[in-house]
């Protein structure tokens, strides 16, 4: 009887154990998976610290390469005097195409304006007219279309502000291609007034005497890199 009762014993112990085996078997497993995993992520975070760690070497090493080879441009490009040439040429296609802008665009839109009102002195009228338009486009920061139609008295449903618009589009293109200029220029109003025509600096404009002192400036000069590659358009005195 006592013998049937340890082996009674032994089993439930046994069967204990084996239950208790039984219950922590899933957990254990789990442990183990998030143990592998916390690992793994170690592992990963050493291998980004590496690839970061060549990636800044990388890009140190080609930003180095690169301040060499701006260099090696700069002094290639120092000693090369084509590409002043271009410069220059780049400035002179300008200074034409600003010059033939003034005297037949604005020309032309002050001409047009005038015919509508006529003036006692047409022509002293019309070279001021220019000059305004001059200075609106050349000499301010911001031109501007509606101050455009002012000077040229254009009403924004008339048939001159077609012309006023047109000349305006014309002027900022003019504009944003000396901007692009890698030596930008410049649009010199400077003057003397009552002091002598300068010839290195100024034309007479329309019938102006050249003998005559300087009244005002119709158009500016354009200038860029010391070079004045067009000159100053100026109005003198009229003999008496």
Partial sequence: MADATETEVDEAISGSEIDHSGSDGP???IERGVLELESEVRSLREVLQEVQGELAKLRASVADMDARVDGIQSQWTRHR???DDLQSEGHRVLADKYMGFVEQVLFGLARKSLALTPQEDFGESLSRSVQRLCL?????AQP???RIRRIVKAKSSDALAAHVNNAFRQGVALLGEAHSMKDRPFWDFEFLQGGPMNAERQRVWGKSDPEAPVLYVVSPAYVAGGVRYCLQRVVT????
């Fill in 27 to 29: 957990d254990g497993e």
């Fill in 81 to 83: 005097d084509d590409l």
């Fill in 136 to 140: 609106e486009l050349f000499g301010r």
């Fill in 144 to 146: 501007s279309e509606a």
């Fill in 237 to 240: 005195a009229q003999a008496a």
